[in-house]
């Protein structure tokens, strides 16, 4: 690792993908940065806090810093999420991207920064791109503007598109282990093995796994979604109906400090920029609180499908151990009033409502499906 990135940097921390790091540490710190990107790995391999860690190493605004000090507004933005020349993009469309968002983007690129001197555009799940919208984005991925950086994210080079591939510089993310992501979250928190693994299976990634750790609002969604399939054994209706509507609260929560921080920076923003820049502002803020908000839902059936795995291993055997230790409890309920059949078809009612939010459907209307299917699931002899 190149020792113009600080300990304290995003690049820095990368320690699961040792490779990575240090191929990206010296093309930054060389000046050698691609202008195009494409991170291929597995969900949880880390690609998208990769993303933003590369992001935070080109806009670092300390001056004769090649990498990132970690210490300045630029660096600080970035690691918040709160960017405004970090644009983050994912699918609106069950089906893939909408030509909308390409339009979109490319507008944006053709504007100069609003506060550093680069700009970059995270676009996940690349693999979701339709011909109709990469072709647009072909010329702009070849040939963008100076100082634009594009990482797009996907799963293989097998599902992309092979005009995209060819534009970017692949790297390659290697698969995690539960218990490499766990040691990494442990080094980072000091937390006990337990917590961390549980927070790694919940959130998917040790960056995030680590972040989900520092924050409480988070966790009591989590708690809330466990707390929601523990009572369902006596649960009429009218309770299931209660308990999803409060479990949405709970997910919101953490968003109120975000809304806020995004409130401030259009604050400081509007003297200076255009109309139509404050307009793609707004909309930028609009796809991260919407983001955020996807990823608390996913982090919830993450808490219902792990509780629900530990279930299953309490079943088949008594000492081995479980990844939910802080809640053993109610996994030894589940285990005691259920079958293995019975937690098999509750954990297709997670992937059930995973499948129908990716399609749209009302979170909140999701969640309650679940937890009906759950419960009779969890009765089957």
Not at 148 to 161: E, P
Not at 276 to 291: P, V
Not at 317 to 335: F, L, M, Q
Request: proline share 4%.
């Amino acid at each position: 690792m190149s020792d113009r990135l600080t300990p304290n940097s995003l690049l820095a921390k990368l320690d699961t993908q040792p490779r990575v790091r240090d191929f990206l540490a010296r093309a930054v710190t060389s000046g050698r940065a691609s202008h195009a990107y494409l991170f291929l790995g597995s969900p949880g391999s880390g690609k998208l806090d990769a993303a933003w860690a590369l992001a935070q190493a080109l806009l670092c605004g300390e001056d004769g810093v090649s990498g990132a000090c970690a210490s300045c507004d630029d660096c600080g933005r970035v690691a918040r999420r709160t960017h405004p020349d970090v644009h983050y993009f994912a699918p609106d469309s069950a089906t893939g991207y909408l030509i909308a968002q390409t339009r979109e983007l490319l507008e944006d690129v053709a504007l100069a920064p609003i506060r550093a001197k680069a700009k970059v555009y995270i676009v996940d799940r690349a693999e979701q791109l339709r011909a109709n919208t990469a072709n647009a984005l072909l010329k702009t991925l070849e040939e963008p503007p100076a100082g634009v950086t594009f990482i797009l994210l996907g799963s293989s080079a097998d599902v992309m598109l092979p005009t995209i591939v060819s534009r970017c510089q692949c790297v390659p993310f290697r698969p995690l282990s539960l218990e490499d992501a766990t040691t990494a979250v442990e080094h980072a928190t000091g937390l006990p093995a337990g917590k961390c693994r549980m927070a790694v299976a919940v959130a998917g990634s040790p960056a995030r796994a680590v972040e989900f750790l520092k924050s409480g609002d988070r966790q009591a969604a989590r708690r809330a979604m466990v707390r929601a399939v523990d009572l369902l054994a006596h649960a009429d209706e009218a309770d299931i109906l209660a308990a999803a509507k409060d479990l949405m609260g709970a997910i919101k929560a953490p968003l109120a400090e975000v809304k806020s921080t995004q409130q401030a920076v259009l604050e400081q923003n509007q003297d200076y920029l255009s109309r139509g820049a404050l307009k793609q502002l707004e909309d930028r803020n609009k796809r991260e609180l919407n983001a955020r908000e996807r990823s608390g839902i996913m982090e919830a059936l993450a808490s219902v499908r792990s509780l629900l795995r530990d279930a299953l291993v309490r079943l088949a055997s008594e000492s081995e151990p479980v990844v939910n230790e802080d809640v053993s409890d109610v996994v030894e309920r589940i285990a005691a009033r259920a079958t293995v059949t019975g937690v098999t078809r509750a954990l297709d009612a997670v992937s059930s409502a995973e499948a129908r939010i990716a399609r749209n459907v009302t979170p909140q209307l999701a969640i309650e499906v679940m937890l009906f299917d759950i419960r009779k699931a969890l009765q089957c002899p």
